[in-house]
T-cell receptor, first 119, second 116 residues
Framework: AQSVAQPEDQVNVAEGNPLTVKCTYSVSGNPYLFWYVQYPNRGLQFLLKYITGDNLVKGSYGFEAEFNKSQTSFHLKKPSALVSDSALYFCAVRDNPPARGSTLGRLYFGRGTQLTVWP | GAVVSQHPSRVICKSGTSVKIECRSLDFQATTMFWYRQFPKQSLMLMATSNEGSKATYEQGVEKDKFLINHASLTLSTLTVTSAHPEDSSFYIC????????????FGPGTRLTVT
């Protein structure tokens, strides 16, 4: 069964410092991995994804994530945090592309990590 | 980029009434749409998956007679909360998927439902 773990409910960093939001996953086949960000009372915004290829994936707003197959991890990182990065971050996993129109290939979300960047 | 809209963005209704939430894919056709529910500071809970022209598939524990889903076209899905009660108050998010290639999934901005 597919699952995602975000071990930290909350991550606090000072502005300008690097940040890491952790994610580990379990999937039966090759993983498709995603990071989303959610601001208060808003839907999810896509940050980045790993499908195949380079283990280091670059995404929106200066975020990047490193896929580590041996550790089954996909941690989100940013070299220098901004106060405006404060939000709720979700890691999600999906297995191989689904059959057309099927419920397979649904996203499995972690419970979310609240990132707070202090000025 | 692909845009998913939801209407209304927030709604307040009285207990016992029904509320309809619309989800539209504005610039692409979505064979599959998903409806999620989110409680404060919690993750998204998948309620149901809908495919255009067929009945929705509900997750275990979700009452299909209470949460009616209609996927009438490739750009529109609706969620109707029937006979709403205060415990139905929540943030509802829809998502639309392009069923080709990477099967990218796009999320709407959410609808805040408050039942008084």
């Amino acid at each position: 069964a597919q699952s995602v773990a975000q071990p930290e409910d909350q991550v606090n960093v000072a502005e300008g410092n690097p940040l890491t939001v952790k994610c580990t996953y379990s999937v039966s086949g090759n993983p498709y991995l995603f990071w989303y960000v959610q601001y208060p009372n808003r839907g999810l915004q896509f940050l980045l994804k790993y499908i195949t290829g380079d283990n280091l994936v670059k995404g929106s707003y200066g975020f990047e994530a490193e896929f580590n197959k041996s550790q089954t991890s996909f941690h989100l990182k940013k070299p220098s945090a901004l106060v405006s990065d404060s939000a709720l971050y979700f890691c999600a996993v999906r297995d191989n592309p689904p059959a057309r129109g099927s419920t397979l290939g649904r996203l499995y979300f972690g419970r979310g990590t609240q990132l707070t960047v202090w000025p | 980029g692909a845009v998913v809209s939801q209407h209304p963005s927030r709604v307040i209704c009285k207990s016992g009434t029904s509320v309809k939430i619309e989800c539209r894919s504005l610039d692409f056709q979505a064979t599959t749409m998903f409806w999620y529910r989110q409680f404060p500071k919690q993750s998204l809970m998948l309620m149901a998956t809908s495919n255009e022209g067929s009945k929705a598939t509900y997750e275990q524990g979700v009452e299909k007679d209470k949460f009616l889903i209609n996927h009438a076209s490739l750009t529109l899905s609706t969620l109707t909360v029937t006979s709403a009660h205060p415990e139905d108050s929540s943030f509802y998010i829809c998502s639309a998927r392009v069923d080709r290639g990477v099967y990218e999934q796009y999320f709407g901005p959410g609808t805040r439902l408050t039942v008084t």
